[in-house]
């Protein structure tokens, strides 16, 4: 797979899934951009050759730094963290996530 297929399937999913032009974009473009030189190898994406649990462990990862960042925004803007506790109640995390992102204009 390509960086371009990549983008491209990332696009379509995240755009079913409701997420906002600016964040699909800030994707797309780290996928062309600084992923295809850290993630391509050959014809094919780092993904496709590693160990299914070994990639897991990288999403794990990855959300565990999501969370992180979470925190550290919501420390510095009070307000948002009442809005996390509100969202985490009725939405989850994620849902929280995505609104910290709206309120502070990220996507």
């Known amino acids: 797979m390509t960086s371009e297929e990549l983008a491209k399937a990332v696009q379509e999913f995240s755009l079913k ?3 906002t032009k600016g964040l699909v974009e800030l ?3 780290r996928i062309l951009g600084i992923g295809d030189a ?3 190898q050959g014809d094919c994406q ?3 050759l590693i160990p299914m649990e070994q990639l897991i462990t990288m999403f794990k990862e990855e959300l565990a730094d999501v969370l ?5 925004i919501m420390l510095r803007q009070p307000f948002n963290r009442w809005v996390a506790v509100r969202f985490t109640r009725f939405g989850g ?6 609104h910290i ?3 502070i204009r990220i996507v």
Do not use: D, I, K
Request: glycine fraction near 8%; charge should be neutral.
């Open 68 to 72: 992180v960042y979470m925190v550290m």
């Open 17 to 19: 899934c409701g997420a």
């Open 101 to 103: 992102a709206l309120r």
């Open 27 to 29: 994707a797309s473009n």
């Open 38 to 40: 850290q993630y391509t």
């Open 93 to 98: 995390y994620l849902g929280a996530l995505f």
């Open 46 to 48: 780092t993904f496709e």
